[in-house]
């Protein structure tokens, strides 16, 4: 499990790749891909993400609260079927840009 962060200062875009389960044991990690980089465009890929628990949606939460950028800023790429089915249940397609 691990978060791997791509940053492309001349574009300002930030790709953050998850991979495993997404939940509570990657908090310190997920913080740190977007702590002081409030100017940049964000997407989190979840290609490798099988699982979200509750502390994984709070984190997407936190990270849209924190950057202050509008909804549907932050693109959620990639989800495995089972993965956008819980974000959507949650409702997070009002929140961030599902692809």
Do not use: C, W
Request: charged fraction near 25%.
């Amino acid at each position: 499990m691990t978060v791997e962060t791509k940053v492309d200062t001349s574009s300002k875009k930030i790709t953050i790749a998850i991979e495993g389960a997404f939940g509570f044991n990657l908090v310190q990690e997920f913080r740190q891909s977007y702590s002081d980089r409030k100017e940049y465009k964000f997407t989190i890929d979840l290609r490798k993400v099988d699982y979200i628990d509750s502390a994984g949606l709070g984190m997407l939460l936190n990270m849209q609260n924190y950057l202050g950028q509008p909804d549907g800023s932050v693109l959620i790429t990639n989800t495995l079927p089972q993965v956008k089915k819980i974000l959507l249940i949650s409702r997070f397609d009002k929140k961030f840009q599902i692809d």
